[in-house]
């Protein structure tokens, strides 16, 4: 990508983008909601090739794009009938196929439409792996997803040789799979050779570090030579944006707060759910446990947009 430029009215979401991603990298996409991650995600899709001087893909690249809603799927086909729809391939080589990706010879008659998100999740990425997708793009993947689909989708992606471009606000998913951040930033993209875990542990750092300047600063501020009336307006304001800033950052004390509790709890709802599962018979507590398990994963998700927003404020 180079010098990619977007804008929509008079909001300007890209001025002078500049990206490079290589065979292999495992990229995730972050930066405040309405920054224009997805935005960024439908223009690659949408118009990239190795003509477009700004958004060029290289010449062996093959792009997909995995749904997450799986809208794409034909919910009254059996499993059999739609790979073959989905390939061009025929029965026998359908089967094989569908084998490979773990569906057993009783799931050929079974329809679309009763598979759960995991083999859902599953049948859309033997579509990608059958039309040998390299380049492939995930917008909030496993949401609505349980533990067990999380993971089984985590684990295809593991093996899957090719570029991930992924934007998520899990953060298990993305400290297990990324390796490389893009970070949307003042209408440019910023490249950060690190994984998810290691850029998060950064911008935590980064922003208790300006959290002590500013009080350092407020604390050292002079009084400037002026008259009484300026002098107090100026005073006024400059407390009005101390007392904001002071509850912008009590908010986010609450929130890490609350994610840390929330994240103690889902580790261990994760836990608890493999020794459930381990059995014959995992009985009603871990269908309750996996409900659990994602109504936390989804509050986080929220609490992160949260956090990501108000630290964001800070930095203005």
Not at 19 to 24: A, H, W
Not at 112 to 125: D, P, Y
Not at 180 to 204: D, N
Not at 217 to 222: F, H, I, L, T
Request: proline fraction near 2%; aromatic fraction near 8%.
């Amino acid at each position: 990508m180079k010098d990619f430029r977007f804008a929509y009215g008079e909001r300007t979401l890209f001025d002078g983008a500049d990206l490079e991603i290589e065979y292999g990298d495992r990229v995730c996409l972050v930066g405040p909601n309405g920054s224009g991650k997805t935005t960024l995600f439908r223009a690659i899709l949408d118009e990239g090739s190795w003509e477009n001087r700004t958004l060029r893909l290289g010449k062996s690249a093959l792009v997909g794009e995995y749904r997450q809603l799986h809208d794409s799927l034909d919910q009254e086909r059996t499993l059999e009938e739609w790979v073959m729809a989905a390939t061009g391939l025929a029965r026998t080589p359908s089967q094989a196929l569908l084998h490979r990706f773990l569906f057993k010879r009783d799931d050929l008659e079974r329809k679309v439409g009763t598979l759960s998100g995991g083999e859902k999740s599953r049948l859309q990425l033997l579509r990608l792996a059958h039309a040998q997708v390299n380049f492939l793009f995930l917008d909030e993947p496993t949401n609505h997803l349980d533990i067990q689909a999380c993971e089984q989708l985590e684990e295809m992606l593991e093996e899957f040789e090719g570029t991930l471009f992924v934007i998520s606000h899990d953060r298990y998913f993305l400290d297990r799979l990324v390796n490389r951040v893009v970070e949307v930033k003042e209408q440019r993209l910023v490249y950060h050779k690190v994984g998810f875990a290691e850029w998060w542990r950064v911008k935590l750092e980064e922003r208790t570090r300006r959290r002590k300047g500013a009080l350092e600063e407020r604390s050292g501020d002079a009084p400037d030579p002026e008259s009484k009336e300026v002098a107090r307006a100026r005073f006024e304001e400059r407390k009005e944006r101390q007392r904001e800033r002071s509850r912008t950052e009590a908010r986010i004390k609450e929130l890490e707060s609350r994610i840390q509790a929330l994240e103690m709890r889902q580790s261990a709802l994760e836990t608890r759910l493999a020794e459930l599962y381990a059995r014959a018979t995992p009985g009603p507590e871990a269908e309750n446990a996996n409900r659990e398990f994602g109504t936390v994963k989804q509050e986080l998700a929220t609490l992160y947009r949260d956090w990501e927003s108000l630290a964001t404020s800070l930095e203005g």
